[in-house]
């Protein structure tokens, strides 16, 4: 119900665009690993998919009050968004395996390897939970590439920016079976996931930074602080 209401709305104001849709499998567990650049990432990445992507999102997705909590709620339930515990330790764990359910019912499972939306539009250093969900479950893994969403709706803008054109691009599936049965040597799954991120470079065209997005931000506002405390001087 909320592709079919969104999408016309969706299509008209923005023109999104959507290159090798047919890399994606028709039926069948599916990993869609995509960068993660903008909160319109949930709107334009499945959007032209005929079939339901599944996201992990942030428990704080559904604990909200009030008016805005309860659409927030409605938004993420609309658009397959499962909830789960990021601070890591056992919750990760339980990440993990909700993420192997998902899969193992035959569905699509779209996650993020950065773990957060970029701060700054580039690529960040990605998280090894996508490799042991490629490696435990054997699904297929597809980069998927978001464009422009960015420019279009950067992070703290509530509202996206007409007149750019958001975009989506589906990679060739990547093939991890010469690492099935090593999916607990830490050296492997930062070589999978080291490969996933570089499949989505070439796709997004993003310049890579080798390290965390979240740690990335940090330092970014830790900058901005002592910038502004300066000025104030």
Do not use: C
Request: net charge positive.
């Amino acid at each position: 119900m909320a592709k079919a209401i969104l999408a016309p709305i969706l299509h008209l104001l923005f023109r999104p665009w959507f290159e090798g849709i047919d890399n994606v499998p028709k039926q069948g567990p599916v990993i869609l690993a995509g960068n993660h650049l903008s909160f319109a990432d949930h709107f334009f990445g499945p959007l032209q998919l005929k079939r339901k992507v599944i996201s992990l999102g942030k428990s704080d997705y559904f604990t909200g009050r009030g008016i805005k909590g309860f659409f927030t709620r409605l938004f993420f339930s609309g658009v397959g968004t499962v909830p789960i515990d990021r601070s890591g330790g056992k919750a990760s764990e339980a990440a993990l395996r909700t993420g192997l359910r998902i899969l193992r019912e035959g569905q699509i499972l779209g996650i993020y390897p950065e773990g957060t939306r970029s701060p700054d539009g580039r690529l960040y250093k990605g998280k090894t939970g996508v490799a042991r969900l490629a490696l435990e479950s054997r699904a297929p893994v597809i980069p998927w590439a978001m464009v422009n969403t960015f420019e279009m709706m950067p992070p703290g803008h509530p509202l996206p920016k007409m007149g750019i054109r958001p975009g989506v691009r589906f990679g060739k599936p990547l093939d991890f079976s010469r690492y099935y049965g090593m999916e607990d040597d830490r050296l492997v799954l930062r070589a999978v996931t080291d490969e996933i991120m570089y499949a989505l470079m070439e796709l997004s065209g993003q310049e890579y930074v080798d390290k965390y997005a979240a740690s990335a931000r940090v330092e970014m506002e830790r900058a901005a602080r002592a910038a502004s405390s300066a000025e104030s001087r």
